[in-house]
């Protein structure tokens, strides 16, 4: 499913102003598209037709009439909940408005992350990650929490794989790795400088490159072999980077499984073999 509201906020950063006019006309009148015709769209959005479709395409549709079709039945899907999505934290909430309002923002990122992931890209991702001879995590900050969660995952399936807390020792792995290896890259903003310097590494090497990134063209997603899209919902306080950790520990999810169940007897007696069990007497 394609799901346009994501995907024009996703990508408004990164079209050019003609473009931009468009999108933020269609962010903020979404129901219009259904009725206009993209002549009456573009006198709307002082724009033409050529540069709507140039949008349309940009955004990953041919044209402007599957581009309508796809934001009619959204909007169909979404009316009873747009006016939750809206919704913001405020000085004024109690502690259950804030569990409520939280927790509906993860879960509507989790439910626009399923509609950005595109089923083959995901299926090439876990076939490199079978083959590589070594995973390579990079990431900072809250990404790199995301990172080192998928390296105990793999970890625990015997997936050779290493991660570094620091950017220098994450940039030397870099330089170590081979074709053999396949470098997987946490990068919401898809602009970490010091992440960037790693893939730059990477690429003089011919490693493949896996990035989980915010679905907009960035350095980062252009550097990638493959790139799996996330979308966030971030309430006020975004240095907290919330709703973007949860829908990358869910992509993390998605791919530990997978990757399992391609081997499934086996990674079965891994999972076996490296439970830990709870010294008795502990609580």
Same mark, same amino acid.
């Given at each position: 499913?394609?799901?346009v509201?994501?995907?024009?906020?996703?990508?408004?950063?990164?079209? !050019?102003?003609?473009?931009?006019?468009?999108?933020?006309?269609?962010? =903020?009148?979404?129901?219009?598209?259904?009725?206009?015709?993209?002549?009456?769209?573009?006198?709307?959005?002082?724009? !033409?037709? !050529?540069?709507?479709?140039?949008?349309?395409?940009?955004?990953?549709?041919?044209?402007?009439?599957?581009?309508? $079709?796809?934001?009619?039945?959204?909007?169909?899907? $979404? =009316?009873q909940?747009?006016?939750?999505?809206?919704?913001?934290?405020?000085?004024?909430?109690?502690?259950?408005?804030?569990?409520?309002?939280?927790?509906?923002?993860n879960?509507?990122?989790l439910?626009?992350?399923?509609?950005?992931?595109?089923?083959?890209?995901?299926?090439?991702?876990?076939?490199?990650?079978? =083959?590589?001879?070594?995973?390579?995590?990079?990431g900072?900050?809250?990404?790199?929490?995301?990172?080192?969660?998928?390296?105990?995952?793999?970890?625990?399936?015997?997936? +050779?794989?290493?991660?570094?807390?620091?950017?220098?020792?994450?940039?030397?792995?870099?330089?170590?790795?081979? =074709?053999?290896?396949?470098?997987?890259?946490?990068?919401?903003?898809?602009?970490?400088?010091?992440?960037?310097?790693?893939?730059?590494?990477?690429?003089?090497?011919?490693? +493949?490159?896996?990035?989980?990134?915010?679905?907009?063209?960035? +350095?980062?997603?252009?550097?990638?072999?493959?790139?799996?899209?996330?979308?966030?919902?971030?309430?006020?306080? $975004?240095?907290?980077?919330?709703?973007? $950790?949860?829908?990358?520990?869910?992509?993390?999810?998605?791919?530990?499984?997978?990757?399992?169940?391609?081997?499934?007897?086996?990674?079965?007696?891994?999972?076996?073999?490296?439970?830990?069990d709870?010294?008795?007497?502990?609580?």
């Open positions: 499913m394609k799901s509201l994501i995907r024009l906020r996703e990508s408004r950063n990164a079209v !050019s102003s003609a473009e931009g006019a468009i999108v933020d006309y269609l962010l =903020k009148y979404p129901e219009n598209a259904v009725n206009f015709s993209i002549h009456e769209l573009a006198e709307k959005t002082f724009s !033409s037709p !050529s540069t709507i479709i140039r949008m349309c395409r940009r955004v990953g549709f041919d044209g402007y009439k599957e581009f309508r $079709r796809a934001i009619t039945c959204e909007l169909a899907v $979404r =009316k909940t747009e006016n939750e999505e809206k919704r913001e934290i405020s000085r004024s909430d109690s502690m259950q408005e804030i569990v409520d309002k939280i927790t509906y923002k879960i509507i990122s439910e626009d992350t399923k509609n950005l992931l595109d089923i083959e890209t995901l299926e090439k991702c876990v076939e490199l990650i079978c =083959k590589s001879k070594t995973i390579c995590l990079f900072i900050g809250s990404s790199l929490c995301v990172a080192r969660d998928a390296y105990l995952k793999f970890l625990r399936l015997s997936k +050779p794989c290493t991660i570094n807390d620091d950017w220098h020792s994450q940039l030397l792995q870099a330089r170590n790795m081979t =074709k053999e290896d396949v470098g997987l890259v946490v990068s919401y903003s898809g602009q970490t400088v010091e992440v960037l310097e790693c893939m730059k590494a990477m690429r003089e090497n011919d490693v +493949p490159i896996i990035s989980i990134t915010r679905y907009s063209p960035s +350095p980062v997603s252009e550097l990638s072999t493959y790139n799996i899209y996330v979308a966030a919902n971030e309430s006020t306080f $975004r240095s907290g980077a919330m709703s973007s $950790r949860i829908s990358q520990l869910n992509v993390v999810d998605i791919l530990y499984t997978a990757f399992a169940n391609s081997e499934y007897e086996y990674c079965l007696e891994r999972l076996s073999k490296t439970h830990i709870k010294p008795k007497g502990h609580f």
